[in-house]
């Protein structure tokens, strides 16, 4: 078992859906929180590909996704040290875990989880993984007996269901489960849209001119930066209502220096915009830079395999003994 600091005695674990994106906002929103969590948790992460295919995919595009999703989690400071990071599929276990829970959780429960009703209302076609996902999630978290799961109030129920079917089997064939609590995950930094800094930063933004990926090439960084929607007025002034667009570039400045909005605020007293913006962009050209450049260390070399391959074992092993006790206890054959 990778070793943990033993003054950390609380566990966590944290699924990603392998989009292949990750924004200037899911930094600075998620995964900076992340990189804090890591030193107040024993931390699980893995990359839910099993999840991702209850819609279509292009195959050949998911597993590059997959790769590279885990590299850029690596080279934005998520410590291999500190977390044991794994993807889903390569351990059957979670599969073998869910079937034997679909098998006690009740059709009526499923029916009244919220993200399914939302989605399948949209896609009558929907696959029937869209309905037991919650299943295999709920095999995700109680596989390893963790104490904590971060969700948005959103994803708070999946949690709840997790929950209930872990208490339900408890009750049916004796102590199997721990009952894992919602860590419902104070958001990070908000961080809007540059073109319309009224509506968060999204991957599937109609106009791309703002939004900022983090494998983007420096000279267009700096360029949405450079363009970005502020107001007409001059002063570089916190003010998110009549000023969204000059708000938004002092809260990505200020998470990505770690000054204070305030400090800022005073740097550029009498300076214009165009000022500012060029230093705007400049910190935040440096700072995707350096992770870029991890990035490719990471996805150029046999470090990424090394790591899923020794923490797969790690895993693979944990779930496997949850799978057996529950088979015994359910009198399949052993």
Avoid at 74 to 98: M, R, T, V, W
Avoid at 104 to 133: C, H, I, V
């Amino acid at each position: 078992m990778k070793e943990f600091d033993s003054k950390v005695t609380k566990s966590i674990l944290t699924g990603i859906q392998p989009s292949g994106v990750i924004t200037l906002g899911n930094y600075i929103g998620a995964i900076k929180q992340m990189v804090k969590m890591q030193d107040e948790f024993k931390s699980i992460i893995f990359i839910a590909d099993m999840h991702a295919i209850t819609v279509n995919q292009d195959p050949s595009l998911l597993h590059q996704n997959i790769r590279s999703l885990v590299a850029l989690y690596l080279a934005c400071g998520i410590d291999p040290e500190k977390n044991i990071i794994f993807i889903q599929s390569e351990n059957e276990y979670h599969a073998n875990i869910s079937w034997l829970l679909e098998c006690n959780t009740p059709f009526g429960e499923l029916t009244r989880m919220t993200q399914f009703k939302d989605k399948s209302s949209k896609n009558a076609n929907f696959y029937a993984g869209l309905f037991t996902y919650p299943v295999l999630m709920a095999a995700d978290i109680l596989a390893y007996d963790v104490d904590y799961v971060p969700v948005g109030i959103d994803q708070k129920q999946h949690v709840e269901l997790a929950r209930n079917i872990a208490i339900r089997f408890n009750k049916k064939y004796g102590d199997t489960f721990k009952l894992p609590e919602a860590y419902i995950t104070k958001e990070g930094t908000k961080i809007m849209d540059l073109v319309t800094p009224t509506k968060k930063m999204s991957k599937s933004s109609e106009n791309q001119k703002g939004v900022i990926r983090l494998l983007d090439d420096t000279a267009s960084i700096r360029k949405k930066i450079m363009g970005a929607t502020t107001d007409s007025g001059c002063e570089v002034k916190y003010d998110a209502e009549n000023k969204p667009g000059i708000s938004n570039l002092l809260r990505i400045c200020a998470s990505i220096t770690g000054k204070s909005i305030l400090s800022l605020e005073e740097e550029f007293d009498g300076k214009n915009y165009g000022e500012f913006k060029k230093y705007v962009a400049d910190i935040v050209v440096d700072e995707v830079s350096a992770i870029q450049k991890k990035y490719e260390e990471i996805i150029n070399s046999d470090q990424l395999d090394k790591i899923l391959d020794e923490n797969i074992k790690v895993v693979r092993e944990i779930a496997r003994k949850k799978f057996m006790d529950m088979k015994q206890k359910m009198g399949l054959y052993k």
